[in-house]
């Protein structure tokens, strides 16, 4: 259903239009408000933030219909108009179309070729609806999908590659922060998902300027994963400067004493890169699997507040790089012997 507004001091021509669109007003398919000139008009948009279509005349009291199209661009740049009016010379005409008119018919109207001007407006207004939409559509995804992601999503071949699969050499990264349930426990969840986001975006800001990418968030937990070139050293850089971004962050408040640590494990080796998931649902998650994805974790859980724990293979790859100390042996889940792990300082 399409609101329109007409906008015309004659009296009359609103007997007119409710009588030759009273099929459209009796099926709902328009809806029809009016105002005497332009200033009544303004007010009526305020009231109505739904109107599709203005119809103007030109010449009236207060505000004329040119000094209005300045103010409805102004207004919704949704919002179109189309100007009706005896002075149809081409002065006012290209005055008109140069603030904004979409089109312009002459009095006295042609009824026909008014209702067709407005079908042919409403559609212009239906596909620059559709268009916003998704954009926002496409923003709202960009917040959740990876730019890669996305951009291979575009490819002729993304249907077919969907399911498809590779073993690459990468590092991956589980960072925790650490106590946090004690928040989310007692704390409004505004305050908990607020705070929640904040520290994420530390930490993804690092991640990123290091060249990691984000694979997924996990409850209070983030899980990256870092591919290219010196990709040990790059994920042990992140680490070290989200650890510093976080510590030196303050206390949330007086009345709340929270002041958030990380635990981050972080391991390297070969994996298996695909998406993961239900065709059948169409949900697929592209991600990262195996045991050197598992061992990650299973470091994670070994460190404790302010720890960067990594395994001995990683110590070796970069103890002339990093100041690291040796933990000592510590059994992780679902493994047989105990692991050497390693501490990152500095």
């Known amino acids: 259903m399409a609101k ?12 007119l239009i409710k009588q030759k669109f009273r099929r459209q007003i009796r099926d709902q398919e328009y809806v029809f408000l009016f105002a005497i000139n332009g200033r009544d008009a303004l007010e009526q948009l305020s009231l109505n933030h739904n109107i599709d279509l203005v119809l103007s005349d030109i010449n009236m009291p207060e505000m004329d219909g040119l000094t209005l199209l300045t103010k409805l661009n102004e207004k919704n740049n949704l919002l179109k108009s189309v100007i009706v009016s005896a002075y149809g010379d081409m002065d006012n005409i290209r005055t008109a179309m140069n603030r904004g008119a979409f089109d312009f018919i002459t009095k006295p109207i042609n009824f026909e070729d008014l209702e067709l001007t407005i079908k042919k407006t409403l559609r212009h207004v239906d596909q620059m609806k559709l268009t916003m939409e998704a954009i926002k559509e496409n923003n709202i995804l960009r917040m959740y999908v990876d730019e890669t992601v996305l951009n291979f999503m575009t490819n002729k071949e993304f249907e077919s590659s969907l399911l498809a699969n590779e ?3 990468a590092t991956v990264v589980f960072i925790d922060i650490c106590s946090f349930t004690t928040i989310s426990e007692n704390e409004s ?18 991640i990123i300027s290091h060249g990691g990418n984000i694979d997924k968030f996990i409850g209070d937990a983030i899980m990256a994963v870092f591919r290219s070139d010196y990709h040990l050293d790059k994920a042990i850089e992140a680490c070290l400067a989200v650890r510093k971004n976080i510590n030196a962050l ?12 990380v635990s981050i494990g972080i391991n390297s080796g070969e994996m298996i890169s695909g998406n993961i998931g239900s065709s059948n649902l169409k949900r697929l998650d592209y991600t990262v699997i195996g045991d050197t994805v598992n061992t990650a974790q299973r470091l994670q859980s070994a460190a404790n507040p302010d720890q960067i724990i990594i395994s001995e293979a990683s110590y070796q790859k970069v103890k002339e790089a990093f100041h690291c100390k040796k933990v000592g042996d510590a059994i992780l889940k679902n493994k047989h012997k105990a692991v050497t792990i390693y501490e990152v300082l500095e």
Do not use: A, G, R
């Open 167 to 169: 073993t690459i050499d």
């Open 189 to 206: 969840p505004d305050l908990v998902v607020k705070l929640l986001n904040n520290y994420f975006d530390i930490m993804v800001t690092q």
């Open 4 to 15: 329109i507004l007409v906008v015309d001091d004659e009296s009359d021509l609103e007997v």
């Open 250 to 261: 303050p206390e949330i408040s007086e009345h709340v004493t929270f002041k958030p640590k």
